[in-house]
């Protein structure tokens, strides 16, 4: 059925398309798959390796690969007065696990070092069993502090404060490795097992003023020692060498030095340690150093108007001094309107002047080393960034620009060490409720960070979740095995399944996984990222509305929910506005009113930079989408902010609609199946009727025959409205249930 024709709503911004972009598009920040369909990108498009030359600070959270085996909440952190050499804590169970010399970190390629952990750059010192660490006593990771090169680490052992700093010291040609203890007070003793080296002789002494405690095996020597002290001593049991911190009326310090080699050579190392400078005072490095990041100031691109919206371009530094890959995952805003940007690679960054003109933009690296931060929310002027880890608080305590405090707000989260299990999407609620999606299924986290609860599982790789008034909360999970298409899914009640992983049948649960809030065509978005809600008040009639981010087609869509006897479903329909990168993220600033988008590339997208931050502004009166919808047995309720011109509205050819269903199987995606014969391919033809123009004039009724339960139907309209402007669909909806005819 052919649609009458008339001015259709274009989807992109035809100035943001031009040639000043285009250009831009092929400078810094491109990648291999920038220019190419998303049809046409396959897994060498996504192999970059650049991540190897940025200066990622002076640690990263990862996973992480030891000889001691797989520690999934690793920190990497460099040591030495020139970086050479490094060492891994495991931050779920506070210990250092290994230590190695001759270079940081190497990452794969493989889609921009994003799927594999990165690997040791050097030759292994020694490593640690995963029993390493505090014995007999809860032990939690609290915060890491910066201070030039070092970094100290704060752990609550039992009811202790205990402060450590790693380092390194080239001894004579000796490879040591330091680790400065400082426990505040307390009346109980305090046991970490260091290492433990199997099939070995061990051997604890005191002699010269030095605690020795040695682990032997085939003529190779794993020694730790430390000035004599009744604060603390060395013991080795069945290859194990054990710290012991004795009850403390105040504050005390513990160095101990590591090193591993020859049998010949321990006298020498025992000679060094004897020599070596005291304890460093823990509770000053753990004061702010210096400022470390240099500030970059650059103009951003003013967007011209176009279907009542406006995309500006907030130009990303790609070429900056440490190298640093610019993939932004989150944005949010301090109370003096700057933002705060996440990448996806482990930095933030604080934006500012984010003004009408855009002239003089300044951004500074606020914080690094953190794991694969996919979303951040600034609560208090406070950024708590989500990692793969654990929700850090970062703190700038000497109000220079920089985090110098990170704090671990909440460690609740289960990181695998799967490749592709990505943690997404920090929202909060009214009641300061945190959320985020990750392979088990949508998260709660309390306000103190200190409980966790899941909401909703069976999601394929989601990337995408929002949090509306009341709230309302929304996941959108990846096409793949039991996830047919895109799909956005609303949590109506806990324990909600949404298929992934199969179906889990119940008499409340009949198709084995809860109904979704609507179905979208992969042509239409062939990959999700989030939900975001438009305040009240702003943007005219699409006030209080959500929109859904299209990171794949790098693009988003107005999503009408309809609720019919307390089900609800959606209809999508794109807006104007085409974005540099895949919009990931999206804030509405409580400074200008405006939506800023935080954009990455990845697999599969159209993309045509590295990352964006972007700022979509409402400039139009006019809203040529629907801006709400029901279903009835008999037909479709459409209403626009408009009047409708009558006579084309009520033309039965000023509509098509077609209707299919998904087969929902562990295949990878769905063809599209008749709803009248489920055994054949294709969409169905759904007959229009009659059209009707309700007394508001801005609705229509669109009667049809009879309606069932649908999971896709398209349909296409181009209306005028009286004023001489129009509105064109498609508009993307899902049935799962019906209301009384109309």
């Known amino acids: 059925m052919k649609i009458k024709p008339s001015v259709a709503i274009g989807i992109s911004l035809l100035a943001f398309l031009s040639n000043t972009w285009l250009a831009q598009a092929q400078s810094a920040g491109e990648h291999k798959a920038a220019g190419k369909s998303v049809e046409q990108q396959a897994e060498g498009d996504w192999a970059d390796a650049r991540w190897n030359q940025t200066d990622v600070g002076p640690f990263l959270a990862s996973n992480f690969q030891s000889q001691g085996g797989t520690i999934a909440k690793g920190l990497s952190i460099r040591v030495g007065d020139n970086g050479e050499a490094a060492v891994c804590y495991d931050t779920a169970n506070p210990a250092l696990r290994a230590a190695w010399t001759g270079g940081f970190l190497k990452f794969d390629g493989r889609r921009f070092g994003l799927l594999a952990p990165p ?82 002789t061990g051997l604890a002494s005191e002699k010269n003023g030095v605690a020795l405690a040695t682990a032997e095996r085939d003529g190779q020597v794993l020694a730790v020692a430390m000035r004599a002290t009744e604060a603390a001593g060395l ?57 470390r990041w240099p500030a970059i100031t650059n103009a951003g691109q003013i967007g011209f108007p176009s279907d009542g919206f406006a995309v500006d371009t907030i130009t990303v530094p790609y070429a900056n ?63 708590h960034v989500l990692g793969r880890d654990q929700i850090t608080v970062l703190h700038d305590e000497n109000r220079d620009g920089e985090a110098d405090r990170y704090e671990n707000f909440c460690n609740l989260i289960d990181t695998s060490t799967g490749g592709h299990d990505y943690v997404t999407c920090l929202e909060r609620d009214a009641a300061g409720n945190f959320y985020y999606v990750d392979p088990k299924g949508v998260q709660r986290i309390s306000p103190d960070g200190k409980t966790k609860e899941t909401l909703a599982s069976g999601l394929r790789n989601p990337n995408g979740l929002g949090v509306g008034p009341g709230p309302i909360i929304t996941v ?40 979704p809030l609507c179905w979208l065509p992969h042509a239409f978005d062939n990959s999700s990222a989030s939900q975001v809600w438009v305040p009240e008040g702003k943007w005219g009639a699409l006030g209080g509305h959500m929109l859904h981010l299209l990171w794949g087609r790098c693009a988003m869509a107005l999503v009408l929910r309809d609720v019919v006897d307390g089900q609800p479903q959606g209809a999508a329909v794109a807006l104007p506005g085409k974005f540099l990168s895949g919009p990931m993220r999206g804030t509405f600033s409580p400074n200008d009113g405006h939506l800023y988008i935080a954009g990455s590339t990845g697999w599969q997208t159209s993309a045509a930079k590295d990352g964006s931050f972007q700022r979509v502004r409402r400039t139009g009166t006019v809203t040529r989408t629907p801006i709400a919808w029901h279903a009835h047995r008999n037909g479709l309720k459409l209403t626009f902010a408009e009047p409708l011109e009558k006579s084309a509205a009520e033309d039965p050819g000023s509509y098509a609609v ?31 009727r009659s059209a009707k123009v309700l007394p508001d004039g801005k609705s229509v009724f669109i009667e049809t025959a009879e309606l069932k339960a649908v999971m896709q139907m398209e349909v296409r309209y181009n209306l005028p409205f009286s004023s001489g402007t129009s509105a064109a669909g498609p508009l993307y909806l899902t049935l799962n249930k019906l209301a009384a005819p109309f």
Not at 489 to 508: C, L, M, N, S
Not at 658 to 680: E, F, H, I, L
Request: positive net charge; aromatic residues 10%.
């Open 658 to 688: 077609k209707q299919w269903n998904y087969r929902y199987t562990s295949s990878y995606g769905s063809k599209d199946y008749s709803v009248a014969d489920p055994s054949k391919e294709g969409r169905d033809e759904v007959v229009v």
């Open 476 to 515: 959108a999970p990846q096409q793949g095995e039991w996830t047919p298409s895109s799909v956005i899914f609303e949590v109506v009640k806990p324990g909600a399944h949404f298929g992934y992983r199969g179906p889990q049948t119940t008499p409340e649960r009949p198709i084995g996984y809860d109904a």
């Open 321 to 383: 001094p440490s190298k640093a890959l610019m993939f932004c995952s989150g944005v949010d805003f301090f109370s003096d309107g700057s933002a705060a940007v996440c990448t996806i690679h482990g930095d933030v960054w604080r934006v500012s002047g984010l003004d009408d003109k855009l002239r003089k933009v300044t951004w500074r690296r606020f914080a690094t080393g953190l794991f694969q931060p996919l979303g951040l929310r600034v609560v208090n002027d406070r950024v």
């Open 235 to 291: 013991s080795v049991n069945e290859g194990a060498i054990n710290l012991v911190l004795r009850p403390r009326t105040q504050t005390q310090r513990v160095k101990l030095f590591v090193w591993s080699g020859p049998r010949e050579k321990l006298t020498q190392f025992e000679k060094y340690v004897a020599a070596a400078p005291a304890a460093e005072n823990l509770t000053t490095l753990s004061q702010p150093g210096a400022t």
């Open 119 to 200: 690997a040791a750059a050097g030759g292994w010192a020694f490593t640690a069993r995963s029993d390493a660490g505090w014995q007999g006593v809860t032990a939690r990771h609290e915060a890491l502090h910066l201070n030039g090169k070092r970094v100290v680490l704060d752990t609550r052992v039992g009811e202790a404060l205990v402060r450590e700093s790693p380092w390194f010291e080239p001894a004579d040609g000796l490879k040591v490795f330091t680790r400065t203890f400082e426990a505040l007070s307390g009346s109980d003793s305090l046991h970490c097992r260091l290492v433990v080296v199997t099939r070995a």
